[in-house]
Every structure is written in C-alpha cells, then in structure tokens.
C-alpha cells in the first residue's frame, strides 16, 4: 500500500465553502508536500510542511501536520470554481524520493 | 517562459513499437525525474538523475532507458512498447535529490494500440 493515502476520494462543494482533505502516511518524516493538479495538466506544489512544524497556512490554504498520528489535512478556504483539481499529499520516507497519495478529486459547484 | 517542458503532449502507437520522450527545464536545477500516473491518477517514480548521474531506478522494466545528456535535459526511451505502458508520463526537477520542491512538466499522454 502506499505511503500517503488522501481521504476522501473525492468530494463535491458549494462555491464558497471550506474544502478540507486529508492524508495519512505510515513512515516517519522529514517534510510532507501538498501539490494540486488540473485536468490534463501536470502537478503544481501547493505547500511544503517540515516534520516539526504544526500549521502552516499560504493565502486560503492551510495546512496541519500530526506526526504523532502521521496525518495532514489541507484546508481550502472561500473555495472558487477554479480550485476544482486534484490534491495529492507527498512524502519523503527516505531520502532523494517523493512518494505521492492517488489523491482527492475536488469539485467546487457554482 | 515554460519551466520544464515535454515533448510530445500526446502520442499514439501500435504495440511493440519503440518511442521516445524528451524533458527540458530551464530552472537551472540539478535533478530530474520522470513518473507514470496511471488510468487511476496514482503518481508513481521511475527514475531520477542528479547532476546526470542515476540515483533513482524503481521496479521498472528494462524496456524503459533513461537519459541524461545534460543537467538541463532528461529523455526517457521505451522499446517494444506494451499495452500497459500507456499513462501519462510525466517529467520533474527540483534544486537538489529528491524531497524538495519538484516542478512538473505538463506530461506526455501515451496510448498504445
């Protein structure tokens, strides 16, 4: 299985309400990094989480780091249509390799 | 101007074919990678070069070759071409090896026929 797993698989909102995923992974880490990716594109880093950092937030976007429950969540204020993409966490298990979840399909809704 | 590109964006073959794809950034980083993101969108490594030198070689079979012809460019070659090669490969760079920051390329979609 892997190492990051995002839940839920996917989610639908309303225009304008939080969108919260989260993640989980089974080793520990150094960083946990979050990327979006739109339909047919390639995957933009979002944020990156250092293992002894709590909360790290970057305009609507927050993030939240347990080590001791090897959990992330990203938070997606305000969310607009154009947050409509998906959202995979990454992790580093070992050095000079990311490995990333399968990702949560978010759907914004006018 | 485009940071790492990918050429070509789509590609279309008959089985047993072989191809290939090319990788430029022009970021100026020193390690490139290329991963496959199956029908299922599970992002998954291949291989990685630091400075054009190997580091990274997953469980990937030996009809995929790598290439590294400069810091700037990594080419990724596959022979006899399966049914099952077909994804979206997609090429990144980062500053240093492996847990930083990577940028993408927008991905070269393979269907093999």
């Known amino acids: 299985s892997q190492q990051g797993e995002e839940d839920p698989q996917a989610l639908s909102i309303q225009e304008g309400e939080n969108a919260t995923m989260n993640c989980s992974y089974k080793t520990s880490i150094n960083n946990l990094q979050w990327y979006r990716q739109n339909s047919g594109r390639g995957l933009v880093h979002l944020i990156l989480i250092r293992s002894n950092e709590r909360e790290k937030h970057s305009g609507r976007l927050r993030v939240t780091l347990d080590t001791s429950k090897k959990s992330s969540s990203l938070l997606i204020t305000a969310s607009r249509a154009a947050d409509t993409a998906s959202y995979f966490c990454?992790?580093?298990?070992?050095?000079?390799?990311?490995?990333f979840g399968q990702g949560t399909r978010l759907t914004i809704n006018p | 101007d485009t940071a790492v590109s990918q050429t070509p964006k789509y590609l279309v073959t008959q089985m047993g074919n072989d191809k290939s794809i090319k990788c430029e950034q022009n970021?100026?980083?020193?390690?490139m990678y290329w991963y496959k993101q199956d029908s299922k969108k599970f992002l998954k490594i291949m291989f990685s070069?630091?400075?054009?030198?190997?580091?990274i070689n997953e469980t990937v079979p030996n009809r995929f070759s790598p290439k590294s012809p400069d810091k700037a460019h990594l080419n990724l070659h596959i022979n006899s071409l399966e049914l099952g090669d077909s994804a979206v490969y997609f090429c990144?760079?980062?500053?240093?090896?492996?847990?930083?920051?990577?940028?993408f390329g927008p991905g070269t979609r393979l269907l093999v026929l």
């Open positions: 990144a760079s980062s500053g240093g090896a492996g847990v930083e920051t990577q940028y």
């Open positions: 070069y630091n400075n054009k030198e190997l580091i």
């Open positions: 990454a992790t580093d298990p070992r050095a000079q390799k990311l490995v």
């Open positions: 970021l100026g980083h020193d390690t």
